[in-house]
């Protein structure tokens, strides 16, 4: 792998999987531009990384569709053009379809999908016009399949996968590559910032999320991927089982899938 001078967009840069990116390519001395809504973390990132890559803060709120192409204008001016722009924002879900408020649905589509499809129709043209750019959408396993206590999780995941896979179908950009990540469990705070049904953060740590794969790790097959130009890749432990019992045994998945995924909760 080889993203020395190339320009990296980070969304979601403050924590998660976003964050382990951003130490990733800093490792490949990448010039990055790193966003999300925490502008203090922001800063605190770019400071750790002063002395070992070239690094730009561009606060962002990815639920602001309308002020997005501004931020796409900023982002594209940081080094005069984008390479990579990777799509890692987002919340999780943790309350059961019946006790979930629409409000909650709302949250979770406008962050997880109509924030990086915004961006992306905005970054096309720039794409198009400098005759290059890779777009790297995180999904999840759960835009894979269906999972306990993660409807509007799944559903906004299912249509992250469905906007970028039909990008990758139907575009004509020269030299334009579109990879899709879906993650299983990582070790990140997600399940703790995830909403529950009245909105409020569900702050507990899942027994599969703490004991998920490690973020360095994550962000390294990452890399990789997006190094190979790969449309997808499956980052994932059991879960990756559980994707295959869906496909070759559903009875299995339907009865496994509802025991593992109340039994996290417990």
């Not at 922001?42 to 606060?59: D, I, R």
């Not at 705070?189 to 360095?216: C, E, F, R, W």
Request: hydrophobic content about 40%.
């Amino acid at each position: 792998m080889n993203f020395e001078h190339k320009v990296v967009w980070i969304i979601g840069a403050s924590s998660g999987i976003g964050l382990g990116l951003v130490k990733a390519f800093a490792a490949q001395k990448a010039r990055l531009i790193i966003s999300s809504r925490d502008s203090a973390a922001l800063t605190a990132v770019a400071e750790q990384l002063e002395g070992h890559t070239t690094c730009t803060v561009l606060p962002a709120d990815m639920t602001d569709h309308p002020g997005l192409a501004q931020i796409a204008e900023h982002a594209i001016s940081a080094y005069g053009h984008i390479d990579i722009v990777i799509h890692s924002a987002g919340v999780g879900q943790r309350s059961a379809a019946i006790d979930t408020q629409l409000p909650v649905y709302r949250r979770l589509m406008e962050l997880n999908f109509f924030g990086p499809l915004t961006l992306t129709q905005h970054l096309l043209p720039h794409f198009r016009k400098q005759g290059h750019g890779h777009v790297v959408a995180v999904s999840s396993m759960s835009g894979l399949m269906g999972f306990p206590l993660r409807s509007g999780y799944v559903a906004s995941k299912h249509a992250l996968k469905g906007y970028f896979e039909t990008l990758q179908v139907e575009h004509t950009l020269d030299n334009f590559y579109v990879t899709i990540v879906s993650p299983g469990r990582i070790k990140t705070g997600l399940s703790l910032s995830a909403l529950t049904g009245n909105g409020t953060p569900y702050d507990k740590m899942d027994k599969g999320q703490l004991h998920g794969i490690p973020v360095n790790e994550c962000a390294h097959r990452i890399l990789k991927a997006i190094s190979k130009k790969k449309k997808h890749v499956i980052i994932a432990r059991s879960e990756r089982l559980l994707y295959w019992l869906r496909m070759l045994i559903p009875p299995a998945y339907y009865r496994i899938a509802r025991k593992r995924g109340l039994a996290d909760q417990q």
